[in-house]
């Protein structure tokens, strides 16, 4: 009888974490581009990293009026890194990609 609770108490326990998963898993981010340069390159990276993350936009670029959304796969709070087509950069440190979309005025 013993084991049967222990198994059910660990098999509760299991089916707790299975169920917290996605809040920890990956999120959605948009970026707006509500300015008026486009966009070549966007660096995510968690604030306590000392390197920046993979360009997320690729070969592509963000223009003026349009929107992208990417998937992030680790935590809420990120550093992000965002580099104009005509090589103004500007960073925003600590953004809660979980609470908030990113909207662009440059």
């Not at 509760?12 to 999120?27: G, I, N, R």
């Amino acid at each position: 009888m013993l084991k049967k609770a222990s198994l059910a108490l660990a098999f509760a326990f299991a089916a707790t974490l299975a169920c917290a998963a996605p809040t920890l898993a990956s999120h959605n981010l948009r970026i707006v581009n509500a300015g008026s340069h486009a966009v070549q390159t966007i660096n995510i990276s968690g604030v306590n990293r000392r390197m920046w993350g993979a360009d997320l936009l690729g070969n592509n670029y963000l223009f003026p009026g349009q929107s992208a959304n990417f998937t992030i796969g680790e935590g809420c709070l990120e550093d992000l890194r965002i580099i104009y087509r005509n090589g103004h950069t500007a960073t925003q440190g600590s953004f809660d990609t979980c609470r908030y979309d990113l909207r662009l005025n440059y």
